[in-house]
């Protein structure tokens, strides 16, 4: 997953990602993607993993890697088009709760 639409758990449009990068619906840089398809926040802590190429999941019981060196922020984005809402899922935590 490179580009396209981030939803919360719930089907909520979140923002998107673009370049390996996770900005929100506003255009705001969030944090980054890496190879494996983890999304780290911007301060270097982990956020989750991309699953299902459209949202960003965590485990309920992974142990939290250890965090990594921030990398520099890009300018932030023109917002996109937000998507339509989607139906919510089951059974995984939202890692974007408590992200604006």
């Known amino acids: 997953m490179d580009n396209g639409p981030i939803f919360r758990w719930s089907g909520v449009y979140f923002g998107f990602i673009s370049s390996k990068r ?3 619906r506003n255009g705001n840089y969030i944090g980054w993607i890496e190879n494996d398809n983890r999304v780290w926040k911007k301060d270097g802590s982990f956020l989750g993993e991309i699953q299902d190429d459209n949202y960003i999941l965590r485990k309920t019981h992974m142990v939290t890697p ?3 060196v921030p990398k520099v922020p890009p300018v932030s984005l ?3 088009i937000p998507s339509i809402n989607r139906i919510g899922r089951i059974g995984w935590k939202d890692a974007l709760d ?3």
């Open 22 to 24: 996770l900005f929100n």
């Open 66 to 68: 250890v965090p990594k």
């Open 78 to 80: 023109i917002p996109r």
């Open 98 to 100: 408590g992200i604006l």
